[in-house]
């Protein structure tokens, strides 16, 4: 299995979400005791990211909760991220009015013309917005934006991104 996992789940998550393989391949998978993670590797700071990270928002379901999204963020910047609650998979960003940018992934026509080239915007499509969660990470000023979307962006490793730099996709060539 790949180490790259951990960086996204605790042992506990791994473990359940391995839930597939216990049976067949229950060999293969080490004891969750014989984990070694030294105090200064990048799975131990993700890990400990993972149990200091605490939303300030959480919404379960997009499609279901579209307007209680769009309402509570009216007017508010910070850094969000969308889940695919199916394989894990999820992107970080940021929007100086997060009601205006999830008004924005909530337009089909939007997201399959004007931002089909993103990764997110595809798999939105692809999976339906029921299949997505959507977590506010934090709301901060406007100046703050991009150091903390970076933030999130170094330390959780989002696949969805195609940027690795915050604010990136502005500037990225497709």
Sequence with gaps: LPTRLFYFVSKRQFYSSCYFLK???SSLLPSLNSIKIN???PVKEA???EKELKPVAYYNNMHDLKSIILKDNKNKSGIY???NKLNG???IGSSVNLSRRFTNYFSLSYISKTKSHLTISRALIKYGYSNYELEILEYCEVSNLLIREQYYIDNLKP???IAKIAGGSHNFRY
Excluded: A, Q, R
């Design 81 to 83: 991220k969308i889940t």
């Design 89 to 91: 998979n999820f992107y």
């Design 159 to 161: 696949i969805y991104n």
């Design 23 to 25: 049976d067949e391949y």
């Design 39 to 41: 105090s200064h590797s």
């Design 47 to 49: 890990l400990d990211l």
